[in-house]
């Protein structure tokens, strides 16, 4: 993965393949970032996704411009083959049905075809929504095959990345594992210490674990308890991280320390960076203690980065259209010279819950709902105070608990309530009150980078609903979120 404004002259190597990806700007504006043109003379497969498709077209006639209608989410797309062309046309959708369920995410458009290129699919609203050039392996296409509702992305990118770019396909789960852990050792030498933050969540836990079989007790987890984590939380993952996985954890209650800083704080971005700093200044001080009562010297600092937050991280003028700033607790490194070990890195949600349960760890933390550093903080909309999380907290679990009960915790990817900074009127004892609003939101994905609402029966609804009012004391009313991403994100804050 590169930098779109990577120059061809300065890679030592040669791609058997380019896939453009997609990108908030319009090719047209003054100050959007260009491919380097070499890349249209290389004489390998090109796929551009998108914003990619619409550099294509802007790299061959400049036709590209705001369409009337912003399209966002679902879309059917029609397949159009040519068997009068060259054969390499038709590969893309090759060996799939000619209607096929995709996303899209765009608000510009092709105003026409670039010349010698022939139109390989459409949609009521993209009439380019796939297209082909006619003598060289150059193709475009307006939705996105990356993303899981679109249900025959992954054959398209293969059609592409192994049909038109003849790459191997020789990366499986296990070689991984093997090559990961002999990684780790390398790295760390055989006596090296590392520490890390554990959250209870899938990524730190498997992370850890893999730690854990790679170095031993050498490394040292750290859960801090900010005050904002779900309802008894540290217990149970205290628990399962040190009966059932073995891991050397220390678990830290700073969770006064976190809600003081937060009083009278409403902004979001600044709730995420008092969490961030306070973070970093709790687990520094652990880790130091960790370093002194070890006795040796401790290098390095695990994170359970994934391949998502390193492909918002890379941008051509640096992150700066990163969605929001990530709870990492990367001050670290410099203050206490600390090298950054992160194994996840290359892989998404799915394929670290494929490692976890190939590691051992129980199928209840393997399939968790993933849970933001910033905690119920970014689920309480306006100031966190105790009482605020309390509610949010209790809301919360009653959720959960009957998504549980319904059997469909698995089905669903993410689901919380936040609690609204707003007031309600309701009837409640004969008794006119003035109480607070829970939003419910719930989402499918696999990826988390687009998400659809989870469309629960209304039996069900109406017994979250009821328990909720009737069980957490300040509550009046209950609404259930019913927007996509995008544009809608998972988390409301
Ligand atoms: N910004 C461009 C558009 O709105 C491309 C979007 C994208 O790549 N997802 O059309």
Redesign the pocket.
């Known amino acids: 993965m590169l930098p779109c404004t990577q120059k061809l002259s300065q890679l030592s190597w040669k791609p058997k393949g380019v896939i453009l990806?997609?990108?908030?700007?319009?090719?047209y504006d003054a100050d959007a970032p260009h491919v380097d043109p070499a890349v249209f003379e290389l004489d390998v497969p090109v796929l551009g996704?998108?914003?990619?498709l619409?550099e294509i077209a802007w790299n061959h006639g400049k036709n590209v411009s705001a369409?009337e209608r912003?399209e966002y989410g679902h879309a059917v797309l029609n397949v159009t083959r040519h068997t009068d062309a060259a054969p390499h046309v038709d590969v893309l959708f090759s060996g799939l049905d000619a209607s096929l369920e995709v996303w899209m995410?765009?608000?510009?458009?092709l105003a026409s075809l670039p010349p010698n290129f022939v139109t390989i699919a459409t949609t009521a609203n993209a009439p380019f929504a796939g297209i082909a050039h006619k003598d060289r392996k150059l193709y475009g296409i307006q939705f996105?095959p990356e993303v899981t509702h679109t249900a025959k992305g992954k054959a398209i990118i293969e059609n592409f990345a192994v049909k038109l770019c003849q790459c191997r396909q020789n990366w499986t789960m296990e070689r991984f594992v093997d090559t990961e852990i002999e990684r780790i050792r390398a790295v760390v030498g055989p006596t090296g210490q590392v520490i890390g933050a554990v959250s209870g969540g899938v990524d730190s836990t498997v992370a850890a674990k893999l730690m854990k079989e790679a170095i031993g007790d050498r490394f040292h987890a750290i859960l801090v308890d900010n005050g904002v984590m779900r309802l008894n939380e540290c217990e149970i993952v205290h628990e399962t991280l040190t009966k059932g996985l073995n891991i050397n954890l220390t678990v830290v209650d700073a969770s006064e320390e976190f809600l003081g800083k937060l009083k009278g704080v409403t902004d979001p971005e600044v709730k995420r960076k008092i969490i961030g700093n306070t973070f970093i200044e709790v687990f520094q001080r652990e880790a130091e203690r960790v370093v002194k009562e070890s006795g040796g010297a401790v290098d390095f600092l695990l994170q359970g980065t994934l391949y998502p937050d390193v492909i918002e991280s890379i941008s051509f003028k640096g992150p700066s259209a990163t969605i929001k700033t990530h709870h990492n607790v990367g001050g670290l490194l410099e203050n206490m010279k600390l090298k950054l070990i992160e194994p996840l890195r290359e892989l998404f949600k799915d394929e670290v819950r494929v490692l976890g349960t190939n590691l051992g760890i129980p199928e209840d933390l393997v399939w968790r709902h993933p849970f933001p550093g910033p905690g119920i903080a970014i689920r309480v909309i306006g100031e966190v105070t105790p009482e605020q999380v309390a509610i949010a907290r209790k809301a919360d679990h009653i959720f959960i608990e009957e998504i549980k009960a319904a059997g469909l915790y698995r089905e669903i990817s993410q689901a919380y309530a936040a609690l609204l900074p707003v007031k309600a009127v309701g009837v409640m004892g004969d008794k006119r009150v003035h109480d607070q609003v829970i939003a419910l939101r719930a989402v499918q994905t696999t990826d988390y980078m687009t998400a659809d609402w989870y469309d629960f029966d209304g039996k069900f609804m109406r017994k979250v609903a009821g328990r909720i009012v009737n069980e957490v004391d300040g509550v009046c009313r209950v609404l259930y979120d019913v927007t996509q991403k995008p544009p809608g994100t998972i988390e409301f804050q």
Do not use: A, E, L, N
């Open positions: 990806s997609g990108g908030p700007y319009s090719v996704v998108c914003y990619g619409q369409g912003k995410s765009h608000g510009d458009k996105h």
